[in-house]
């Protein structure tokens, strides 16, 4: 019987680890930061930069209570084994979440997306295994499950990918099976469903859908639908993601070796979540000037439907996500509005 999410952070006050998190100044990444901070733990964080920003570890060690832990940071790129080794000196878990991200960007420059997010990862694995580290988790994605049509998504039922990022991180969940294998690193696979919540970048061509519309609507700016809206997504928030990689990182040998799917459980469409952010906004005095939809043609490589299975992280892991969709983007919104980084022009 797995521990639940309340014991480990018990657990890991009363006895501190140090801790690497790659890509930790990434949106994902440096909420794993803010919450082993709170949690008093020693923390070393790895980024290059070419996602994250400085403004995240920024805002993470403004956070209160982050000053219960100790922060170093190393200015790097996954793909320097250098740079990884310096990282991972030391350190009992790791917490891989460094990656290029982006079905579109992966099309456009599939090479650069290979070698960020293969070889980086492997440049990981393979300091992780030299530094003898007790447990490493990486973030793998739902993209994985490719053309399946089955509903919800299962581990073991996989279809082919349809994006040179879906095939770099089905390539990483083999590398770590082989690693776990050959070698006995002590790795856990994350499957995250469309992650959302504060920090998430909501510019560039590649932003993801639900900080780019929130941006959008403030700013009086079109909302774009690639396709008829109902298009859907399984909405995952960050806090229920900074749960599962501390239940990863803690949990029972059993669970090593495995890969598993990290989301809420419910299906949202892309009509729905328009209009949830519109109203959400509006609740918030804050009444876009622009609050129509316009839709444009299907992507290429774009899943249609996605629905996770989470019941293996609930058995194996004690996964039990906190915050529905609804309650995630209360405070997501909340926090856009206040932050300024989305300030009507």
Not at 52 to 64: C, E, F, I, K
Not at 165 to 194: C, M, S
């Amino acid at each position: 019987m797995p521990r639940s999410f309340a014991d480990v952070q018990n657990d890991l006050r009363t006895q501190p680890r140090r801790w690497l998190v790659t890509g930790a100044a990434g949106f994902i990444g440096s909420s794993l930061v803010q919450a082993l901070l709170e949690l008093g733990q020693d923390v070393v964080g790895l980024d290059n930069f070419a996602t994250g920003y400085r403004r995240n570890l920024d805002d993470v060690l403004a956070q209160p209570g982050t000053e219960r832990g100790s922060f170093a940071f190393v200015e790097g790129d996954i793909r320097d084994r250098a740079a990884v080794d310096e990282a991972m000196r030391g350190a009992h878990k790791v917490l891989h979440q460094a990656a290029l991200g982006s079905v579109p960007r992966s099309l456009l420059d599939p090479m650069t997306s290979h070698t960020v997010n293969v070889d980086g990862t492997l440049n990981v694995f393979l300091a992780a295994r030299e530094a003898g580290v007790d447990r490493l988790v990486y973030a793998s994605s739902s993209s994985v499950y490719g053309d399946h049509p089955g509903l919800p998504k299962v581990e073991d039922a996989i279809g082919n990918a349809l994006s040179p990022y879906a095939a770099t991180k089905r390539t990483d969940e083999i590398y770590a099976r082989v690693f776990h294998q050959a070698y006995g690193l002590p790795v856990v696979g994350l499957r995250y469903f469309n992650v959302f919540g504060r920090r998430q970048d909501p510019d560039g061509p590649y932003a993801a859908v639900m900080p780019k519309w929130i941006a959008q609507l403030l700013k009086g700016e079109d909302c774009v639908i690639f396709g008829d809206g109902e298009t859907s997504r399984d909405f995952c928030y960050i806090k229920n993601v900074v749960q599962a990689n501390l239940l990863g990182a803690m949990a029972d040998d059993a669970a090593v070796g495995e890969v598993y799917n990290i989301a809420y459980g419910e299906r949202t469409t892309l009509n729905t979540l328009f209009e949830l952010l519109r109203d959400g906004l509006r609740n918030l005095g804050h009444a876009p000037r622009q609050d129509e939809v316009v839709y444009h043609d299907f992507r290429p490589g774009d899943v249609r439907h996605s629905l996770a299975d989470t019941s293996k992280a609930a058995r194996m892991l004690g996964y039990a996500p906190e915050y529905s969709v609804r309650q995630g983007l209360a405070e997501t919104l909340a926090w856009y509005v206040e932050s300024g980084i989305t300030q009507i022009s």
